[in-house]
């Protein structure tokens, strides 16, 4: 069966994306607090950053999606002046 319809949520206003992305931020900074070496408004944005620069290399197929978290990830710890821990 097709989709007769699609939604999309350009603005936070069926889901508050922005919300959970920075409570996501904060869980992960309590268990890494190298990621509070930066204040949280600047680490959320560059995690947002880093989260839409990698989804375009994955939309266009050049990683995969698994890639594109573990980079994200590996850039904003760096970023933080810390390497990703080994085995997360």
Known sequence: MRPRLALFDLDDTLAD????SVAS???LASLYPVLSA?????VCETYERLVDE???????GRVSLEAARLERMRRLF???????????
């Open 25 to 27: 931020i904060e869980a």
């Open 54 to 60: 990698w989804h375009e290399r994955f939309l266009a």
């Open 38 to 42: 930066r204040p949280l408004d600047e």
């Open 78 to 88: 760096a970023w933080c002046w810390c390497e990703l821990p080994l085995g997360q």
């Open 17 to 20: 994306y922005s919300a959970a």
